[in-house]
C-alpha cells in the first residue's frame, strides 16, 4: 500500500500531525481556512463534488475495504499531497472510535454575500442562533437533499465545519453554499435581490401551509425556544407560523427548518417542476 | 424550605440515592418499571399530564427559583413522597451540568397492544431499528406536536425513557402512548384494528406526498440508513418515497418522520378538522 517516496508517520508529535489535529478547534481552523474530514462516505462525496483536497491523509492499517483503497488511490494520482500514518497516529486525528484510515484536509469554502444568490437551488436559508452543532449539520442534509441553495449564517458562533456538524451532514455539507453576514449585510443583500424573506414564529398569524413561497426565497429560522430576535424578525417580509396541537410550545429546529423545506420543495413541484426535479423522479 | 418531619440527606451512598441512580441503567430501570426525569419544564409537563409521582426529589439549595418552589410546594401537598438532598447529592444524580434541583421518579407508562387503539389522536408511529436516543427524543416531541397517538417499538433496544430521549423530547414524553410489540403482534394487531400501515422506503414508487392518509394510519418508520426489513416491509400495505434532489441517499430518520407526521396532519387540517385543531388555531 505504500506508494514509494513515502515516509510512514507513526508519531503523534510530529509537526504535521499537530497541525491535522488542531483543525479540530475552531479558531486555528478559520485561521487556516480549512477543515479535516474523515471516513469514506465523506471522502467520497467531496470527490463527487469536486472539492480540491489539500492534504489526504491515509492510514495503510486501517484501510483495508476494496473501495476505501480504490479512492484512496484514485486520490493520489490526482496529485493530491499524501501523509501515510500508523494506526496510533491516526486514532489521534480521528474523532470516532473505529476510523476507517482516511481522512483528508479541505478548503473551507465561502461565498461573500455580494455573491450569493438567492436564486440558486429550491430556496436558501436564513439562520439565527442555533443551539447544536448537530442539528445544523443535520438541517444542512435536509437542505441538500430537497436541493437547496446555501445558508447564510446571521450568528458568528454557527460553523459548518465543525466536526459533529460534518458528522450529522452524512456528507451533504458540499452540497450547499455558505455566506456569514451581519443583519444589516443581509438586509442589504435582499434589497438587492428582491428575495422574499419568510420567517417561522410560534404567534404568526399566517399558516406556513396556506402560503406560496415564490422564487426567490429565503427561510428565516430561528433558535428554537428563543426564536427569531426582533432585529431579525424585522427582515422578515412575511412571519408563518407551523401549527401544533400538542402542548410543548416548540419543534425542534432541525424539524420545523425540515417542515419548511418539504412546505416549499412541494409547492415547486407542484407548479412548473424544476428541470433537476424531472431528471431525479424519471431516474429513480 | 425544608418541611418538618423531613431529613436532607447528604450522602451520595444513601441507599434511597443508590436506588435513584441506579434508574440511569436501562436493565435496572426497566426492572423496576420507574424512570427518574429532572428539571422544572419536565415536571411541569408531567403534572399537567396527571402524572403520578413515586418519589418528589428535591435539592433546597439548588431550586431558587420561585416557579420551582412553588411547583415543589403543590406536589408536595398532593401527596407525592419526597426526600431532601443537598447540592452535592443533586449533582450525583442529575445529568446536565447546571440542575434545577427538582426531579422525580415517575412509572414507565406501557400499553399491552391489544388495548392501543389505532383510532386515538392523528395516527400511530411504529418504529423499527434506531440509531440514535436523540432522534427517538425528537420523533416524539413532534409527535406530540401534531398530536400523535402513540408509538409502537419493534425494537426492544429504543427506550423512550432514556435519559437522553426524555431530554430531546422536551417535555412531550407524557403525551403519548407506548407499546412494545413483535412483528407478529403487531401484524395481529393491524388485522384486528384494520389500521392502514404506510411505510417509508426510498425505493418506493408512490410520492408521499401524493397519497391520502385516511383514518385508522400507522407511519411504519425504519433505521435511516438501512431502512425497513424486509419483515417490516411485508406489514406496509403502502410504501411511499419521499423525494429527494440531493446526492445523499437518506433523511436523519427524525425528519423524515416529522415530514410524514406534518404530511398527515396537513391532510386532515384541509379535510374534516380535528376538533382539537380547531380549538387550537382558534386559540392561538
Redesign the interface.
Known sequence: MLARNTHLITSRNHPSIRRLRSLHRREDRDRAGLALIEGLRLLS?AV??RVRFETLVLAPELLTSPYGRKLAHRLRRSGARCLEVSRDVFHSLALCDDPQGIAAVVPQEWQPIQRADPRDGLCWIALGALQSP?NLG?II??A????AGGIVFLDPAADPYDASTIR?S???LF?LGYVRATLSEFAAWKRRTGCLVVGTSP?AEEDY?AVPYPEPCVLMMGWERRGLSPQETAQCDRLV????????D???L??AT??ML?EV??QR?AGAP?P??NR??AS?
Chains 1, 2 share one sequence.
Open positions: 462525496q463527487e463534488r448537530g443535520t442534509r435536509t441538500e437533499a430537497v436541493g450529522a452524512m456528507g451533504a452540497g404567534s401551509h407560523r407551523i401549527p401544533m396541537v400538542g402542548r410543548g416548540s419543534l425542534n432541525a424539524i425540515g417542515v418539504y420543495f412541494n413541484r424544476l433537476n426535479l431525479v423522479l429513480d
